[in-house]
């Protein structure tokens, strides 16, 4: 592969130049996702994923519940043994002859249940390892595909909606996972065997309990079916108070303030009121189920010893595999398994609840798995370089402190682009959603080392724009070139990591006061770390605090001031070192006090890199390079402090106050 080396001498261009269009390299386009289905989808794609969680172990579960389930159904096959020898000791008087062959039949029956204790050990054990494994899994799946969703699902779902997925959704299929589906599965494998025994002594006495079985598999069907629908509307409803609970505390200042107690209690209360309603009607049917069942399983057992009773006086044919006739001996033991189909068939219903929330939770986490994640179809990347004494570019493995981005051609020729920091935005439209647009024909240039600000009331486009050069969003219309590139064509990670961001909100993590800085860069070393504390004004109160950098920080930095907290967030950019800054009203919450220490740390933040200043305050601008005024999404005035006051328009109004921001 050939590599050529593209040198900018810095010479003044027209600021429209780089936006004239050039071909792109096709890049490759994501996968789609297939849409879910319904829950006997979700039901299999939750089973295929646990035999690829537990490749080994699921196999070994299942064999020990199938060899568990059918030595519980052989018991009456030896109550029906043991009676024969009973009615045939009743006619010929003989005890001596038998003993042995009820000694014999009790001895195979107690090994056969030290085997079914043995299986059942087993499974129960090894369905922890993989149900806590399992649920791990799951966690991981989340978190992982949750780091490559866009900004704007975070923008568009609660807080406490995406927690949820992590709390009560998987703790739904902690329970479906170690309880019911095993418990389902034994009894499938249980009616199957019992089945089996039945139709081998009698297919009239077996279509009898076949019959009354079907009557209480219907029965669990319907009220099954209204619980289930309860059980999915109560997961949605649940995750809906978590996120409105989630909301209010971290709003509970703003709660106080207003003294909106009671109206927050009013909003909770119909919340909670229609979880309220939806658990309990789906309690309700589970409830009414079970004694429902219980009543039908003794009827049947009537019905049963009718019928034997009745066809024993009658002396029905009998029609078996076993050939044997109508008797107490094939009578009493259909009594037992009728008993046994009936308590399996409640089985099965007492793990509606369970399997149903089960499937409800797995159908949020398969949604939140199923989310498109970030498109990136980038093939620029951003390398380390080293300059030759003639001006040419090599690639370096070391950290160099020098960039470029390295630029595949469709020719197969590579380009090493220097990394300057020239930012321009042409013809730029743009709209969160179709038909909204927010940004209109916007075109803005930031040569290498200019302070770039941004004016103008709320929701003018400022933080936007921003956000577009971040790709946090892909525009509608128009591009954006970063040093002649198209940022289409450049990978997100690369582009970010050349773009620092210090934010109006400050969000510290729980960690030492080094780790927060450190978040910058995770490779930076102690000392770097420091120096960007000292550059952003920051080293100072660090020091005084009871451990210095190794100070731990929780909630969000709470014990620290605003200052101090977006100090450290300045430090964290600074240790990044980026070519390009964007400061997003970094000072607009903070005393004029405090505003003149940290405008003290960002000026040397920005010192010789591009930035972009978004600021309220319009004193802390007034030494851009350019000014840009912006108003409902589109650009009114462009121009220095001086250029802008002179012209007497917009911003001189906001200036001098004629006019206010808001």
Not at 414 to 422: F, N
Request: net charge negative; charged share 20%.
């Amino acid at each position: 592969m050939r590599t050529e080396t593209v040198r900018t001498d810095g010479s003044a261009q027209d600021p429209r130049e780089l936006c004239e269009s050039r071909p792109d390299v096709a890049g490759h386009q994501a996968p789609r996702l297939p849409e879910r289905g319904n829950r006997a989808d979700t039901l299999l794609r939750l089973i295929r994923m646990l035999f690829t969680f537990n490749p080994r172990l699921l196999p070994i579960v299942i064999a020990c519940i199938i060899i568990s389930a059918i030595i519980g159904a052989l018991p009456p096959v030896f109550m029906q043994q043991a009676l024969a020898i009973v009615s045939r000791v009743w006619r010929d008087g003989q005890w001596s002859d038998v003993s042995g062959e009820i000694s014999g039949l009790v001895l195979v029956l107690i090994a056969l249940y030290a085997v079914s204790l043995i299986c059942a050990f087993t499974f129960t054990r090894l369905m922890a390892i993989i149900t806590q494994g399992s649920l791990k899994k799951f966690r991981e799946m989340l978190f992982d595909h949750m780091q490559s969703l866009p900004i704007g699902y975070f923008d568009t779902h609660q807080r406490g909606d995406i927690m949820s997925h992590y709390t009560n959704d998987i703790d739904t299929l902690r329970q479906m996972i170690s309880q019911s589906m095993p418990n389902i599965l034994l009894t499938l494998v249980t009616l199957c065997s019992v089945l089996c025994v039945m139709l081998y002594y009698s297919f009239w006495m077996a279509a009898i309990v076949v019959i009354a079985t079907a009557f209480m598999a219907y029965i669990t069907k319907v009220l099954g079916g209204r619980s289930a629908r309860n059980f999915v509307e109560q997961q949605h409803e649940l995750a809906v108070v978590e996120g409105h609970v989630e909301e209010i505390m971290n709003g509970q200042r703003v709660v106080k303030v207003f003294c909106h107690e009671d109206a927050a209690q009013a909003d909770f209360d119909a919340r909670n009121e229609r979880l309220f309603r939806a658990s309990r009607a789906a309690n309700m049917y589970t409830n009414t189920l079970m004694p429902i069942l219980i009543n039908l399983g003794n009827l049947s057992y009537v019905i049963v010893a009718l019928a034997g009773g009745l066809f024993i006086s009658l002396s029905v044919p009998n029609v078996s595999i076993s050939g044997l006739a109508f008797s107490i001996a094939v009578t009493v033991p259909f009594l037992n398994m009728t008993r046994q189909f009936a308590g399996q068939i409640g089985q099965i219903s007492q793990q509606i609840n369970a399997v149903v929330m089960g499937i409800a939770g797995a159908e949020r986490i398969f949604e939140l798995l199923d989310e498109e994640p970030e498109h990136d179809s980038g093939y620029v990347t951003l390398v380390n370089v080293r300059e030759h004494e003639n001006g040419e570019l090599e690639e370096s493995d070391a950290r160099t402190g020098s960039w470029a981005w390295k630029h595949p051609h469709a020719d197969g020729t590579t380009s090493l682009v220097p990394l300057r920091g020239d930012v321009r935005l042409c013809d730029v439209d743009f709209g969160y959603a179709p038909g909204n647009t927010v940004l209109h024909d916007v075109t803005a240039w930031a040569k290498p080392g200019q302070k770039i600000a941004f004016v103008g009331a709320t929701g003018a486009g400022k933080t936007t724009i921003t956000n577009l050069i971040n790709r946090f969003y892909d525009i509608t219309e128009g591009k954006i070139r970063y040093d002649g590139i198209n940022i289409t064509k450049i990978k997100k990670d690369d582009l970010r990591t050349s773009l620092g961001m210090v934010l109006q909100d400050v969000n510290l993590f729980t960690g030492t006061v080094m780790d927060n800085i450190r978040y910058g860069r995770l490779d930076a070393t102690d000392e770097e770390c420091i120096a960007a504390s000292k550059l952003a004004g920051a080293d100072g109160y660090v020091r005084r605090m009871p451990e210095g950098y190794n100070s731990m920080l929780t909630d969000n930095g709470a014990n620290l001031s605003q200052g101090q907290r977006q100090l450290l967030s300045i430090a964290r950019a600074a240790v990044a070192d980026p070519p390009v800054m964007i400061l997003d009203e970094a000072t607009s919450s903070i005393d004029t006090r405090t505003e003149v220490i940290v405008q003290q740390g960002m000026d040397a933040l920005m010192k010789g890199r591009t930035t972009f200043v978004i600021a309220h305050r319009l004193s802390t601008v007034r030494n851009a390079d350019a000014i840009i005024v912006l108003d409902h999404g589109r650009i009114i005035e462009r121009g220095s402090h001086d250029e802008l006051i002179q012209k007497r328009g917009t911003y001189y109004q906001l200036y001098t106050g004629a006019f206010e921001l808001e």
